[in-house]
């Protein structure tokens, strides 16, 4: 029902244009500017009016775009989801270019939101190529797809904290990844090869990283063996609530990296997931299932702290 009710929230908005959009991009001149890049430059610096509103038009713009730290509280929002596209195509083996190099859409700001767009690093598959990089905080994203391989969203920043809401991620190998605490809300996790879905390098001193809560995982049709995680730092912090997991689960569900230290710090947890691939009577020794009143203590305000994304969402 909340879905229902954001999607259609943005369709009226959209259809009968009764939303204040401040800047309007076009890639056929009909906005004030054709390219989402200039659309962010003309935005005033930590601008004092508070929101700014965005919209996107559709069309597929090759652009690799930098939100940088000082445009705060933007939101953009694409005519519609799937037609409305930012692409790139770097990958890590470029010039020795290395993975934080590689994104199509770098997030620098806080208080950033995205609706309806399309973000994807069409590299060929000769490293990793990150779609998204995220380093600011309370940044959201509503109804978006992420389209990549290895790598395709990166959280960099730990203690900032991002909220997917119905949105599709797919990648190959380590597709979310990084230090972020971050919560996917109905989201659809699309697996294109054998390997992990996530690598959390969540700090010792933050108690929540990666949340997936009543997302559904599913896959290509030559994918047969998966992890739901595998830590890239000792601490790594992941859970898998009331989600749907195929049979292409791995019953051990998580990978120690090839570090049996690992072992002793990782934070992988699962409460109340259904599917073949939920079964958890070979999951690996040191990942958990919680308790009922465990996973009810996992909420938006507790994961969150001070910041309650749906407050930005219905606004």
Request: one cysteine or more; charged letters at 20%.
């Amino acid at each position: 029902m909340k879905r229902l009710i954001l999607l259609f929230g943005s369709l009226f908005c959209l259809m009968f244009h009764v939303c204040a959009f401040d800047i309007v991009v076009a890639k056929d001149g009909s906005g004030q500017f054709t390219t989402i890049q200039q659309a962010i430059n003309s935005v005033r610096d930590f601008r004092p009016e508070g929101r700014t509103t965005i919209f996107i038009k559709n069309g597929v713009y090759k652009e690799k775009i930098v939100l940088p730290t000082q445009k705060t509280e933007l939101t953009l929002i694409g005519e519609s989801v799937d037609s409305t596209i930012i692409t790139w195509d770097d990958h890590a083996n470029i010039n020795q270019m290395g993975t934080f190099k590689t994104y199509t859409f770098f997030v620098g700001g806080n208080d950033i939101v995205f609706e309806q767009l399309t973000i994807e690093n069409n590299a060929p598959q000769l490293g990793q190529a990150v779609a998204l990089h995220v380093e600011g905080d309370r940044i959201v994203f509503v109804n978006c797809r992420f389209l990549g391989n290895q790598d395709t969203i990166y959280l960099g920043r730990e203690g900032s904290r991002a909220y997917f809401n119905h949105c599709y991620i797919e990648g190959t190998t380590d597709f979310i990844f990084g230090p972020s605490t971050a919560w996917f809300e109905d989201c659809l996790i699309y697996c294109k090869r054998n390997s992990y879905i996530t690598a959390a390098s969540t700090p010792k001193y933050i108690k929540y990283g990666l949340i997936f809560n009543n997302c559904q995982i599913s896959q290509a049709g030559n994918v047969t063996s998966m992890y739901l995680g595998r830590p890239w730092r000792a601490y790594a912090m992941t859970l898998f609530k009331g989600c749907k997991l195929p049979a292409v689960i791995e019953p051990a569900g998580w990978s120690n990296w090839q570090k049996t230290e690992n072992e002793k710090t990782a934070r992988y947890s699962e409460y109340g997931n259904t599917g073949p691939g939920s079964v958890i009577g070979k999951r690996v020794a040191w990942s958990r299932q919680l308790s009922k009143k465990e996973a009810r203590q996992i909420t938006l305000r507790t994961v969150f702290g001070d910041w309650n994304p749906l407050e930005v969402i219905n606004h």
